[in-house]
T-cell receptor
Framework: QQQVKQSPQSLIVQKGGISIINCAYE??????FPWYQQFPGKGPALLIA?????SEKKEGRFTISFNKSAKQFSLHIMDSQPGDSATYFC????????????FGTGTRLQVTL | DVKVTQSSRYLVKRTGEKVFLECVQD?????MFWYRQDPGLGLRLIYF???????EKGDIPEGYSVSREKKERFSLILESASTNQTSMYLC?????????????FGSGTRLTVV
């Protein structure tokens, strides 16, 4: 079963626009929600992360919004740039043995000129 | 920077072969993971290890096994490769249970089984 649902599957945004990727989860035991960015030919890299006691976290042009009651969180990329074109994965973790991550299915973002 | 190195970038193997995928990390991380990445399915956990010689099944362990004899090395074994195991395999490591540093991934091994 898909414990973390991610949408959309793909996204095209013009340069300077806002990219928004959404994720929803079922398990209320999740306690850490990271986003990963993956460029072609590379492994995913940690982009930004949030804990459920915070509703928003901002790092540069990247912001996570977190809605605990709705069990949803989203990534906003402000002033999107062609260099942001990549695949983005949301994830969720339950603290415990190895604290393994459960990933969403990914969103391929293309930022056009 | 933590480095996670996967021994092969591309592999082509025949159906029925025993396949070894190797992963080495250089920052003394306790946890290591093997995921496979398929279009539309995201990253799915195959196996993970939280200590030397310790391993646990992930979500899709069937057809795979793992070995962790040393802290820095985590091997994924396909006992008898099948075409449905054609995929991108990603190794990752992380620093302990409560770390907020997340995973560090290798660059992946693209395995084709013919």
């Amino acid at each position: 079963q898909q414990q973390v649902k991610q949408s959309p599957q793909s996204l095209i945004v013009q340069k300077g626009g806002i990219s928004i990727i959404n994720c929803a989860y079922e398990n209320t035991a999740f306690d850490y929600f990271p986003w990963y960015q993956q460029f072609p030919g590379k492994g995913p890299a940690l982009l930004i992360a949030i804990r459920p006691d915070v509703s928003e976290k901002k790092e540069g042009r990247f912001t996570i919004s977190f809605n605990k009651s709705a069990k949803q969180f989203s990534l906003h990329i402000m002033d999107s740039q062609p260099g942001d074109s990549a695949t983005y994965f949301c994830a969720a973790r339950i603290t415990g043995t190895a604290s393994k991550l459960t990933f969403g299915t990914g969103t391929r973002l293309q930022v056009t000129l | 920077d933590v480095k996670v190195t996967q021994s092969s970038r591309y592999l082509v193997k025949r159906t029925g072969e025993k396949v070894f995928l190797e992963c080495v990390q250089d920052m003394d991380h306790e946890n290591m993971f093997w995921y496979r990445q398929d279009p539309g399915l995201g990253l799915r956990l195959i196996y993970f290890s939280y200590d030397v010689k310790m391993k646990e099944k992930g979500d899709i362990p069937e057809g795979y096994s793992v070995s962790r004899e040393k802290k820095e090395r985590f091997s994924l074994i396909l006992e008898s490769a099948s075409t449905n195991q054609t995929s991108m395999y990603l190794c990752a490591s992380s620093l302990g249970t409560l770390s907020s540093y997340g995973y560090t991934f290798g660059s992946g091994t693209r395995l084709t089984v013919v």
